[in-house]
């Protein structure tokens, strides 16, 4: 049997050729064969289908034809996020110029553990990771998997700068990321603040500050997963300079904001935190993963700080060699910094706004469709690009059935949000190309289904 040909050798790329041609042709074939935003059927239809296209996972003889198959089957039966009518969750469609990026980085294969592995990426990263900081007015930035990880590692840092026994507070609103990263990480219960309007209140919060024992760590949110919505931020950041506390901000919704002039003012405030997330395959468009954490003490990575002679030997270090271990609780790391990268270059500060402005635009449109119509609720107008509706005069119980009625028919991907002791259905758009007259077809789905 010939040997398969490498990706990241001088002839990987003639060898890929005829593979992207493969893998393009099932891409579109697949999703045609889908015919929608996901695929009809519901998880018992879908499981059947990539059962029988897998068949023998592991066959005693390989299929030259497998990549075609799978490629397509996995087309015909994935969500598509660029679909009008994909408008759930922060599940963005990724830009095609970050797609050829990324398959660069996996072509290359370079490991972000040691700079013997990832000369150019590494300066890259650490290029770009700044940039990104500065710009919301921190000083460096780590990549990471995403908001997850950023705030696992922003709770990190906070206890191994402030103490072991540091304290959590933030609202019902946050990510359930945090609590779960102060469980993780061994930290007493956190305080969980009540946001009766979607935000976390200031007063309530000065009364937590005040009433517990310090040290503390506030993390406030700058787009919620459930609406989109942005904490007071200039308040509770006067509030924790008052009360020399540690501000994290999960802005990995909202955090992209920075670069439309229309929209940044929303973030003031964002500069005076500590740590803050971003998440650029969120409202950045990029190929999962795209995260990262920004700080405005970079002395506070010392506390990543790990030596393994393979990795970081003391004389390479002394030698000049990069220490890379620093920059991440992970080891093996690949470049996802490429993909930022080629985005920001490719579209500069005007083409990202031009986009952030136009999905936001793209939710209060559809929030004055909600609004003039008789037969919605709309929650509010949108702060970023996520809309909360429910047909008017409905039970929770039949804004759930409308849901999971569109996806088991593959019609529509609608979110679902509890808030004011009500579900509502949720839509988040993050497609800049969208017309209104999906919008408007979407809200006709609804009321398709709904009982009359």
């Known amino acids: 049997m010939t040997t398969p040909p490498f990706a990241s050798s001088p002839d990987g790329p003639d060898a890929l050729q005829p593979l992207l041609n493969t893998v393009l042709d099932a891409l579109r074939n697949g999703g045609r064969a889908r015919g929608g935003p996901l695929p009809a059927g519901g998880p018992d239809a879908v499981t059947a289908r990539i059962t029988a296209a897998i068949g023998d996972v592991l066959p005693d003889k390989g299929d030259p034809n497998a990549l075609h198959t799978l490629v397509h089957a996995l087309a015909k039966d994935s969500t598509d996020p660029a679909h009008p009518l994909c408008a759930a969750h922060l599940h963005c469609p990724p830009l095609t110029v970050a797609t050829a990026a990324d398959l660069a980085a996996s072509a290359l294969n370079p490991s972000l553990d040691s700079w013997d592995q990832a000369p150019a990426a590494s300066t890259l990263e650490t290029i770009v990771s700044r940039k990104l900081a500065h710009e919301i007015g921190l000083t460096d930035a780590l990549v990471t998997t995403g908001g997850t990880e950023s705030n696992q590692l922003a709770v990190l840092l906070a206890r191994e700068t402030q103490g072991k026994n540091v304290r959590l507070i933030c609202g019902t609103n946050a990510h359930h990321s945090l609590p779960r990263a102060a469980w993780l990480l061994g930290l007493p219960d956190p305080v969980i603040i009540p946001t009766p309007n979607g935000t976390l209140d200031p007063t309530a919060l000065h ?52 670069f439309s002039e229309h929209h940044r003012h929303k973030l003031t405030g964002l500069e005076t935190a500590h740590t803050v997330t971003l998440d650029l395959h969120k409202l950045g468009w990029q190929p999962v993963a795209a995260g990262l954490l920004a700080l405005a003490h970079p002395h506070d990575l010392t506390t990543l700080h790990h030596h393994t002679d393979y990795l970081n030997a003391d004389d390479d270090t002394e030698a000049g060699l990069p220490d890379l271990l620093h920059r991440s609780l992970r080891t093996t790391r690949r470049p996802d910094i490429l993909k930022i990268a080629v985005t920001l270059k490719t579209l500069g500060r005007t083409g990202l706004a031009t986009l952030i402005d136009q999905v936001c635009a793209h ?18 107008h949108p702060t970023i690009s996520t809309v909360l509706f429910r047909p008017t005069n409905t039970t929770d119980t039949t804004v759930a059935h409308i849901r999971r009625h569109l996806l088991h028919q593959g019609r529509a991907v609608l979110g679902r949000a509890h808030l004011d002791n009500r579900l509502w259905l949720k839509a988040t758009l993050l497609n800049p190309h969208t017309h209104p007259d999906e919008l408007a077809h979407l809200l006709t789905l609804v009321e398709g289904t709904t009982p009359g």
């Open 207 to 258: 009364h937590a500050l005040t009433h517990h024992p310090h040290p503390l760590l506030v993390a406030a949110t700058a787009g919620t997963t459930d609406a989109g919505l942005i904490d007071p931020l200039p308040e509770i950041a006067r509030l924790c300079t008052t009360h020399g506390t540690r501000l994290h901000i999960d802005a990995a919704y909202g955090g992209p904001l920075v």
């Open 363 to 380: 939710a209060r449109a559809l929030a004055a469709l909600l609004h003039d119509h008789p037969g919605f609720e709309l929650h509010d």
